[in-house]
């Protein structure tokens, strides 16, 4: 089997976890989990040089100063800094124009969440080899709960062991769809991880997308060299619609695959799943930094000074950070970038 080039996406702004993420410091540089930073984790679960080669880490100017701290000296590692935000299908395109046309790529968001990392490993390998004869393959995040936040995957024929073609792509559900997935057993959640060759990215771009296709190889083509940077041309990456990877290509290849993955994923997209993904106590309640709980479940404390004293509360999420403190309910965290501090910073 062929080694990977991990992609790794670095782009947002990381408002939802405010005031701890701000545009200029969002999630993917920060150690939520453990002692690493997300994207450091990202990095070091695909390291293994048996079945993963130097990464491309596609990033903006503003997050230029992290990545460049984070990746260190990696050999052979590159950035890819667009000049602009244009969606993930524009990202990868990128990189699949760097690469030579069989290269498999394994593309990962920066700011996720895995814990079983042996567990992510068997999955890579095996939308590796589908993608050596040619599938667009997603993993499949195994569906514990009927979540709202979520695309879903449709599993169809098996393709082979522990591997199956795409029936179809479902848009994020109501809460009623979302518990039928549950319970139908065939659904998995779209986690934004993906395995394909560059070349066969780019065909089915060009093929669904055509106009995305032209501007980002003309973007590569003028673009120019610095050290381990790559720099689009930016009048051609400019032109670049901006649209996904999803509804550019993967709901309309007719070779779309999906590895079932059962490994401790979490998207980190609020802080109640930030929660969810810590070890807790026995009444679902972690603290981080100078905090007491008392007669409370499913509480969770962020504080980087103050202490911080919680009682006889359920599901409420409370983070001082600096000279901004935030207190909200878990229903109430999907809507913190919406807050006006969330916006500014």
């Given at each position: 089997m062929?080694?990977m080039?991990p992609?790794?996406?670095?782009?947002?702004s990381g408002t939802r976890?405010?005031p701890?993420s701000?545009?200029?410091f969002?999630?993917p540089?920060?150690?939520l989990?453990g002692?690493?930073?997300l994207?450091?984790?990202?990095?070091a679960r695909?390291?293994?040089s048996?079945g993963f080669?130097?990464?491309?880490?596609?990033?903006?100017?503003?997050h230029?100063d992290h990545?460049?701290?984070?990746?260190?000296?990696?050999?052979?590692?590159q950035v890819?800094?667009?000049?602009?935000a244009r969606?993930t299908?524009?990202?990868?395109?990128?990189?699949?124009?760097?690469?030579?046309?069989e290269t498999?790529?394994?593309?990962c968001?920066?700011?996720?969440h895995?814990a079983?990392t042996?567990?992510?490993?068997?999955?890579?390998?095996?939308a590796?080899?589908?993608?050596e004869?040619?599938?667009?393959?997603a993993?499949?995040?195994?569906?514990?709960a009927?979540?709202?936040?979520?695309g879903?995957?449709?599993?169809?024929e098996p393709i082979?062991?522990g591997?199956?073609a795409v029936?179809?792509f479902v848009?994020?559900?109501?809460l009623e769809?979302?518990?039928?997935?549950?319970?139908?057993?065939?659904?998995?959640w779209?986690?934004?991880?993906?395995?394909?060759?560059?070349?066969r990215?780019m065909e089915?771009?060009e093929t669904h997308r055509p106009?995305?296709?032209?501007?980002?190889?003309?973007?590569a083509?003028?673009?120019?060299?610095?050290?381990?940077?790559?720099h689009p041309d930016a009048?051609?990456?400019?032109?670049?619609?901006?649209e996904?990877?999803d509804y550019a290509?993967?709901?309309?290849?007719?070779r779309?695959?999906v590895?079932?993955?059962s490994m401790?994923?979490?998207?980190?997209?609020?802080?109640?799943s930030?929660?969810?993904?810590?070890?807790r106590?026995q009444?679902?309640n972690?603290?981080h930094g100078?905090?007491?709980?008392?007669?409370?479940?499913n509480?969770y404390v962020?504080?980087?000074g103050?202490r911080?004293?919680?009682?006889?509360?359920d599901?409420?999420v409370v983070?001082?950070?600096g000279?901004?403190?935030?207190v909200?309910?878990?229903?109430?965290?999907q809507?913190?970038?919406?807050?006006?501090g969330?916006?500014k910073?």
């Amino acid at each position: 089997m062929a080694k990977m080039v991990p992609v790794v996406l670095c782009g947002g702004s990381g408002t939802r976890l405010w005031p701890r993420s701000r545009k200029s410091f969002p999630k993917p540089f920060l150690p939520l989990i453990g002692d690493s930073t997300l994207f450091e984790a990202t990095l070091a679960r695909c390291s293994d040089s048996d079945g993963f080669l130097p990464p491309i880490v596609v990033t903006g100017e503003s997050h230029l100063d992290h990545v460049d701290a984070q990746l260190g000296d990696r050999p052979g590692a590159q950035v890819i800094v667009e000049p602009m935000a244009r969606n993930t299908a524009a990202a990868i395109a990128m990189a699949a124009c760097r690469l030579d046309p069989e290269t498999v790529m394994l593309v990962c968001p920066s700011d996720h969440h895995i814990a079983d990392t042996a567990a992510f490993a068997r999955s890579a390998a095996r939308a590796a080899s589908l993608a050596e004869e040619g599938w667009l393959v997603a993993f499949g995040i195994t569906a514990t709960a009927p979540e709202t936040g979520f695309g879903y995957i449709k599993r169809g024929e098996p393709i082979g062991e522990g591997a199956y073609a795409v029936e179809r792509f479902v848009e994020k559900p109501d809460l009623e769809r979302a518990r039928h997935f549950l319970s139908d057993g065939g659904y998995s959640w779209n986690g934004g991880l993906f395995a394909f060759r560059a070349d066969r990215f780019m065909e089915e771009l060009e093929t669904h997308r055509p106009a995305i296709a032209a501007a980002a190889r003309k973007a590569a083509d003028m673009g120019r060299e610095e050290g381990r940077r790559f720099h689009p041309d930016a009048e051609a990456f400019a032109a670049i619609e901006s649209e996904s990877v999803d509804y550019a290509v993967m709901e309309n290849t007719d070779r779309a695959a999906v590895v079932p993955a059962s490994m401790g994923w979490s998207d980190i997209g609020s802080w109640t799943s930030l929660r969810d993904a810590h070890v807790r106590d026995q009444d679902g309640n972690k603290a981080h930094g100078r905090a007491e709980l008392v007669d409370c479940k499913n509480v969770y404390v962020d504080t980087d000074g103050p202490r911080v004293s919680v009682i006889g509360l359920d599901d409420v999420v409370v983070v001082v950070n600096g000279d901004e403190v935030l207190v909200t309910t878990a229903n109430g965290a999907q809507k913190v970038g919406k807050l006006e501090g969330a916006a500014k910073q």
